[in-house]
């Protein structure tokens, strides 16, 4: 059965405390591993979408790799802004199907 | 609008009673898809429509569950007889890619309606 697994489920770190999250998955056929990210009450925001070993996307502070097995998403010097749920998800079908996400707080 | 726009932001009901929830996606976008939030559960997806059509509706928990989308546009979510169970925030995403297609990933998400099943 296809599906990704979030770790850990919660991650605290002190700003500048660089740090991963990590998605692993068993997909057949791998069609775009991709990252979101979801502040409390809001809807999820995309971030970046990987489609082969190797790759790796960057933004700001975020780092985001894949490999056959895993993806992480690796955060540089993090600071308080970065705090969210990050969520990894592939295609199933027509849609995404989505991990239980990695809730990150930083602190001052 | 800018970006996908839900409404209501909340409602409460009473069991029993039937709900819609409404789902206005960004302008030209025509792939729309339902998804639901439970407290502590992950993302569970409900209804993908392409245009009008919905070819799949594999995620509708129970025959409770409709949507229907006219003009290509606002979609709306029905839930008959609701029951505790359906308390959830109910999320409406919308691409200009169709379901499925190589970069079909990138879904621009709506904040969701929050349902509260007394």
């Known amino acids: 059965e296809d599906q990704v697994t979030q770790s850990p489920e919660a991650l605290r770190l002190q700003e500048g405390e660089s740090s991963s999250l990590n998605c692993s998955y068993t997909?057949?056929?791998?069609?775009?591993l991709f990252w979101y990210r979801q502040d409390p009450g809001k809807g999820p925001e995309f971030l970046f979408t990987?489609?082969?070993a190797g790759e790796e996307k960057e933004k700001e502070r975020l780092k985001a790799t894949l490999t056959k097995k895993e993806s992480f998403l690796h955060i540089t010097a993090p600071k308080p802004e970065d705090s969210a749920t990050y969520l990894c998800?592939?295609?199933?079908?027509?849609?995404?199907?989505f991990g239980k996400g990695t809730s990150l707080l930083v602190t001052p | 609008g800018a970006g996908v726009s839900q409404s209501p932001s909340n409602k409460v009901t009473e069991k029993g009673k039937d709900v819609e929830l409404r789902c206005d996606p960004i302008?030209?976008?025509?792939?729309l898809y339902w998804y639901r939030q439970s407290l502590g559960q992950g993302l569970e997806f409900l209804i993908y429509?392409?245009?009008?059509?919905?070819?799949?509706k594999s995620g509708l928990p129970s025959d409770r569950f409709s949507a229907e989308r006219t003009g290509g546009s606002v979609s709306t979510l029905t839930i008959q007889r609701t029951q505790q169970e359906d308390s959830a925030v109910y999320l409406c995403?919308?691409?200009?890619?169709?379901?499925?297609?190589?970069?079909?990933?990138?879904?621009?998400f709506g904040e969701g309606s929050r349902l509260t099943v007394l």
């Open positions: 995403a919308s691409s200009s890619r169709a379901g499925g297609d190589v970069g079909g990933g990138e879904l621009f």
């Open positions: 997909v057949s056929g791998l069609r775009g």
């Open positions: 990987l489609y082969s």
């Open positions: 998800a592939y295609l199933s079908g027509y849609a995404l199907n």
């Open positions: 302008s030209g976008h025509t792939a």
């Open positions: 429509f392409q245009g009008n059509s919905a070819p799949d």
